[in-house]
């Protein structure tokens, strides 16, 4: 089953699978990642909505998703939003010039898009020179427990749910290939 078809699927339930962490932990970091920002932003993966009420209000929001279904959730949030515009797209086909951003957001994203390099290069290239990508994502740990831990749960969260809780998300964002532009 495709990335897209599970999300469709769990699309309803989605905000209640991690509640407990979101309240502990998520909303507070999303808050803390997101209030400085201005201008032009793409959120990339952006799911039922959940970081919409944290941008400030000056800036301008693209939100793109490649799920019907949890952009059906992110439209309820945003109803009355005029700063924001949601749309149905790829991650690893950004439909949007370069050099178009100021800021590129993911959260909780990079462990499902199913190619994260090539959608990393695509933000990259929509990004203005002076941009930034913002992320909050799982990564692999560097603790060697927690690391073997998130071993055995991969198969279940990435059946279940296409998320992928063991990548080497940091490495991919430090290639050297992905040449950071700022
Ligand atoms: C774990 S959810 C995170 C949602 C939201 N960013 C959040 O913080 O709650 C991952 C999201 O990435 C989306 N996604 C996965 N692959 C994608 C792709 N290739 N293009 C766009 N969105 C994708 C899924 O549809 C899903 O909404």
Not at 4 to 19: G, M, V
Not at 63 to 89: C, F, P, Q, W
Request: glycine fraction near 6%.
């Amino acid at each position: 089953m495709s990335v897209t078809s599970k999300y469709n699927r769990i699309a309803p339930i989605y905000e209640l699978i991690d509640l407990p962490l979101e309240l502990l932990f998520f909303r507070r970091w999303r808050k803390e990642a997101l209030s400085g920002l201005s201008g032009r932003v793409l959120e990339v993966g952006v799911g039922t909505g959940r970081n919409l009420k944290c941008y400030p209000v000056g800036c301008s929001i693209t939100g793109i998703d490649y799920s019907e279904r949890m952009l059906e959730k992110a439209r309820e949030k945003a109803r009355g939003m005029k700063n924001v515009t949601l749309l149905l797209m790829d991650a690893e086909h950004l439909e949007f010039p370069d050099n178009s951003f100021d800021y590129v957001v993911t959260t909780f994203v990079l462990c499902s898009i199913p190619d994260p390099v090539r959608a990393l290069k695509e933000m990259r290239r929509v990004l203005k020179p002076s941009g930034e990508i913002i992320a909050i994502e799982y990564v692999h740990s560097s603790n060697h427990l927690i690391a073997r831990f998130e071993d055995l749960i991969n198969p279940v969260t990435c059946s279940l749910i296409g998320d992928n809780t063991n990548r080497k998300t940091v490495e991919n964002i430090e290639r050297p290939d992905l040449p950071l532009r700022k």
